[in-house]
């Protein structure tokens, strides 16, 4: 007789591993802004939309782990999710300073966190509609992934426009 293994259902051992994966990559993203000056948040980012300056793409950086939260208070799975500062990069001149976006990303833990605790059927349900996120066509594990890769394409380009 051959026994079938079933996931816990109170336990997703994915979402374990994306927690550690977004807040691997958080921790980099924590690092690589600690390099920052004032004067680099000013600088052109020629990788991003036109007109966008280093520090408009930092913010949208540091705002990606709270659409996380937002997407998961949507799907009813976290509580408490940061209001939106929008999904926007604005452009050079735009006030940001290296202090407000390294709060803002260090409170990214907070939705990172939750996805430990997330259940394989959570995962694996359809995600709701969250704009600049996801569509209704992702699973939650989808769009978490989603989330993940566009923040290090966003990581990537600030390394590039820095270099």
């Known amino acids: 007789m051959v026994a079938i293994v079933e ?3 109170d336990v997703s051992e994915r979402g374990a ?17 600690a390099t ?4 680099d948040l000013l600088r ?7 007109g966008d300056a280093v520090g408009a793409l930092a913010a949208h950086i540091a705002e990606g782990y709270h659409r996380l939260g937002r997407l998961l208070a949507s799907a009813a799975h976290a509580p408490g999710a940061v209001p ?8 050079v001149g735009e006030a940001v300073t290296l202090p407000d976006l390294l709060q803002h990303l260090m409170d ?6 939750t ?5 394989a059927d959570q995962l694996h349900a359809t995600a709701p509609p969250i704009p600049h996120v996801c569509d209704s066509n992702r699973t ?11 923040q290090a394409e966003h990581l990537a380009s600030l390394r590039q426009a820095l270099s």
């Open 115 to 119: 996805l430990a605790a997330l259940t």
């Open 17 to 33: 591993e994306l927690m550690m994966k977004a807040s691997r990559q958080l921790s980099q993203m924590t690092e690589f802004f």
């Open 44 to 50: 052109p980012c020629a990788v991003g939309e036109v």
């Open 140 to 150: 939650l594990e989808g769009a978490i992934e989603d989330v993940i890769a566009h």
């Open 84 to 91: 939106a500062r929008g999904h926007e990069h604005g452009s």
């Open 108 to 113: 990214g833990q907070i939705p990172i966190s």
């Open 7 to 9: 996931e816990d259902a």
């Open 36 to 39: 920052l000056s004032a004067t």
